[in-house]
């Protein structure tokens, strides 16, 4: 069996489809899995995703575009040079779909690598992520490459567009309560209007992108060292430049204010926004608190989650 995690973008989402960097983190509570199960001779490769009810045939040759689970397989059978074996890969995960955790990055990376393992072929972390970031293009138009990166990787990164994802130090535990806004909302659409007003308003919003990537570069120190109050104050920051973007939404924007009440060090929407997920920094004394104010605020899901000082 494979397993994949699902991922949380602390800092730099959508900046960092414009060469800013941005800082994410594998969300290990959360996992994709795919698990691999002979089939008779003669039955071929078939994917197996109960939570979709979902039975997909997979066969060479021609790319299946329409699905990702399938087209993931495809790319697989093709860097192998194999035909479709008799096998079931039965995949499932964890990760609500839809959500900015990276749900669909998660299933990729599961799946390639277990039928990889299957087929006796050795795929390193650069030959999946890149194999998972051709299966993002389905679905996300022209990803930054954040997600797979940190889902297949399965560390916290540094990321800029196009360079090999850096490592960084966390100089104090750092626990994070996140919020699910329970709006489903498109990744590719939030991206796309960025990009129309990023072309009407050049003069506006490319400021903001760099206003956006100066902070992450302080985020990153402010990790380093363990400056909480400082991460804090730059999650609000960064907030208030997404929402000039136009991608925060008015329950995004009362679930961090009901946060910073209850005494988060600073709260920010996580990924794509209008919907999907917001985050908060706080204090361990503080989670059950800032929890407890996002539930009062309208949050569908919650969890809490500490990043471990290394
Ligand atoms: O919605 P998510 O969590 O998949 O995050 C998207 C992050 C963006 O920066 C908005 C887009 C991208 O491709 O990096």
Redesign the pocket.
């Known amino acids: 069996m494979q397993n994949a995690p699902a991922k949380i ?1 602390l800092f730099g ?2 900046a ?2 414009y060469g800013q960097p ?1 800082i994410a983190v594998p969300f290990g509570t959360l996992t994709a899995t795919a698990t691999a199960v002979p089939a008779p001779p003669g039955a071929g490769l078939t994917i197996l995703a109960r939570d979709l009810h979902a039975v997909l045939h997979v066969h060479s040759g021609s790319e299946t575009l329409d699905n990702a689970l399938t087209y993931a397989a495809q790319l697989t059978l093709a860097r192998a040079g194999a035909a479709p074996p008799d096998l079931t890969l039965e995949v499932g995960s964890t990760i609500p779909i839809g959500s ?3 749900s669909g990055a998660a299933i990729s990376a599961a799946l390639i690598r277990e039928l990889a393992a299957a087929l006796g072929a050795r795929f390193d972390n650069e030959t999946v992520n890149g194999l998972v970031y051709e299966v993002e293009k389905l679905y ?1 138009g022209t ?2 490459g ?2 797979n990166t940190v889902v297949v990787y399965n560390m916290p990164v540094y990321f800029v567009r196009g360079q090999a994802p850096e490592l960084f130090g966390v100089g104090r535990p750092l626990t994070f309560v996140i919020a699910n806004s329970g709006v489903s909302a498109s ?1 590719k659409e ?2 796309g209007d960025v990009r129309k007003l990023y072309e009407a308003q050049p003069d506006q919003i490319g400021p903001i992108l760099e206003q956006i990537g100066a902070l992450v570069r302080s985020a990153r120190a402010a990790i380093q060292s363990g400056d909480l109050p400082t991460i804090g104050r730059l999650m609000d920051e960064d907030h208030e430049l997404l929402r000039q973007l136009t991608v925060s939404s008015p329950l995004l924007d009362d679930l961090c204010a009901a946060a910073r009440e209850a005494g988060a060090l600073g709260a920010k929407l ?3 926004g209008r919907g ?1 997920n917001v985050i908060a920094l706080a204090e361990p004394s503080a989670a059950y608190r800032v929890s407890s104010a996002f539930r009062a605020a309208g949050a569908a899901h919650l969890w809490t989650m500490t990043l471990e000082a290394r």
């Open positions: 973008i989402e959508h960092v489809v941005a900015g955790f990276g996300h990803p930054s954040i997600d990744t939030s991206v996580s990924g794509g999907g």
